[in-house]
């Protein structure tokens, strides 16, 4: 069963812009801590951005610092990634999770539980 879904993406040009949203399919998150991974072809699967429940904290990958936001509306119970400058090797299907255990602003795949099926982005030259 689908516990997130991902929605946003889309093929783009070099520098610009695309906002991610992930939305639980059954389960309220806003307790929890969330993050965006991304995996392209031939990779493992990294972080990107993380937040935590509240939404005051949060992490990035030093490759999208400065371009990426992540945000989360807990009222409507979904969570952004605001993707600006984009770049090629910003190319991947990013996909958006929830952790259940202790901690947050993680950037750690096995630290979550929770996936979406993932959205695609592709930034041409």
């Known amino acids: 069963q689908v516990q997130l879904v991902e929605s946003g993406g889309g093929s783009v040009q070099a520098g610009g812009s695309l906002r991610l949203s992930c939305a639980p399919a059954r389960y309220t998150y806003s307790r929890y801590s969330m993050g965006w991974f991304r995996q392209a072809p031939g990779k493992e699967r990294e972080g990107v951005a993380a937040i935590c429940g509240g939404g005051a904290v949060t992490k990035y990958a030093d490759s999208v610092k400065g371009r990426f936001t992540i945000s989360r509306d807990n009222a409507k119970n979904t969570m952004y990634l605001q993707l600006n400058s984009l770049k090629p090797e910003d190319t991947a299907m990013y996909y958006c999770?929830?952790?259940?255990?202790?901690?947050?602003?993680?950037?750690?795949?096995?630290?979550?539980?929770?996936w979406g099926q993932g959205t695609q982005v592709t930034v041409t030259s």
């Open positions: 999770a929830a952790a259940h255990g202790p901690g947050c602003a993680r950037l750690r795949p096995s630290d979550y539980n929770d």
